[in-house]
């Protein structure tokens, strides 16, 4: 008894993402019992993955989430248990509250998701540092790519893609210099050509991860400034060659980096930012996503507040 006890005194190892706080509880044998808390507006997701033969459950021990099943929108809420042996679709769960949950996996995932976690947060906070932003950026840039995201009805997949690319979008500035970045006039022809290789210095760092999901959202950061009309950057791409979830990031990153202060020039007004976007619609911007984000424009300005 004893040594049962002494073991529960351990200190037990939290990871903290983007409204999400996870707590190994224990472990044996491959199994491995993980307490989940995710804050309201926050998403967690269970993907199907090559290899995975796990048996998967959650059990809500307290709040709400919402989760989309073939096609049908259901709620879950306390006492409710979600089970896969393994999963063959992917299911993305919205918290309507804050909620917490028991996540139980035949197989070992907290070291991997805790990997995955700490290298997402380095890539994120090093370049908004070196950008001259916040790291708030990052986060409003993936809360509201991913609210775009569900009003465009992805599927489970794109959502998680969406998730990682829309947090790491700007990963490739890391490689560029800070002289060029933080520069107060204008770039040379010589520095706009180094700019603008951050695309695809951002793909490349991300196809060398070992995470399935960030080397998929590797596509979306190189085309991330890519134009409606095929005059964007690195590849010229226009219309139906570009992914959906670039033109999502696209839109949503122009606006909050239009709205926020820079070292090179003071912050737009919301409603400039809002004509710039329209202005833009059907050039720069894909007119549908335009549309959703002015929508959504509300939930921006809370994120944007701290709210």
Same mark, same amino acid.
């Given at each position: 008894?004893?040594e ?6 351990r200190?037990? &190892? ?26 309201? $507006? ?29 096609? &049908? ?5 306390? $006492?409710?248990?979600?089970s ?62 991913? @609210? ?39 770039l040379?022809?010589e &520095? ?9 210095? $951002?793909? &490349? ?12 959202? $590797? ?17 010229? @791409? ?6 959906? @979830? ?12 239009m ?40 939930e ?8």
């Amino acid at each position: 008894m004893n040594e049962y006890l002494t073991s529960l005194d351990r200190p037990i &190892e939290a990871v903290r993402y983007a409204g999400l706080t996870v707590k190994l509880l224990s472990t044996g044998d491959g199994t491995e019992v993980i307490h989940h808390t995710l804050q309201e $507006g926050s998403r967690w997701s269970m993907q199907p993955q090559e290899g995975w033969t796990a048996s998967e459950s959650i059990f809500i021990t307290s709040g709400s989430l919402k989760v989309t099943v073939d096609e &049908e929108t259901k709620v879950l809420s306390t $006492g409710d248990v979600v089970s896969a042996s393994p999963i063959k679709q992917g299911l993305v769960f919205l918290a309507l509250e804050e909620t917490e949950f028991i996540y139980i996996s035949s197989q070992p995932v907290f070291q991997f998701f805790s990997e995955i976690v700490r290298k997402n947060q380095e890539l994120a906070i090093e370049v908004a540092l070196k950008d001259g932003y916040t790291a708030e950026h990052c986060k409003r840039i993936m809360q509201m790519s991913m @609210l775009i995201g569900e009003r465009m009805e992805l599927s489970p997949g794109d959502m998680c893609t969406l998730n990682y690319a829309s947090y790491l979008h700007d990963v490739g500035k890391i490689m560029i210099p800070k002289s060029i970045l933080l520069k107060e006039g204008p770039l040379s022809e010589e &520095e706009w050509e180094e700019m603008k290789r951050h695309c695809t210095y $951002g793909k &490349e760092l991300l196809e060398a991860t070992d995470s399935p999901y960030m080397r998929a959202s $590797g596509t979306i950061v190189e085309q991330h400034h890519e134009r409606f009309d095929g005059k964007g950057y690195p590849n010229g @791409l226009q219309r139906d060659e570009i992914s959906p @979830l670039a033109y999502i990031v696209s839109v949503v990153d122009a606006f909050d980096a239009m709205t926020t202060d820079r070292p090179y020039r003071k912050a737009m007004s919301v409603e400039n930012a809002i004509e710039e976007l329209n202005e833009n619609a059907g050039t720069m911007f894909h007119p549908e996503v335009v549309k959703i984000f002015i929508d959504l424009i509300p939930e921006w300005s809370k994120m944007k507040q701290g709210v």
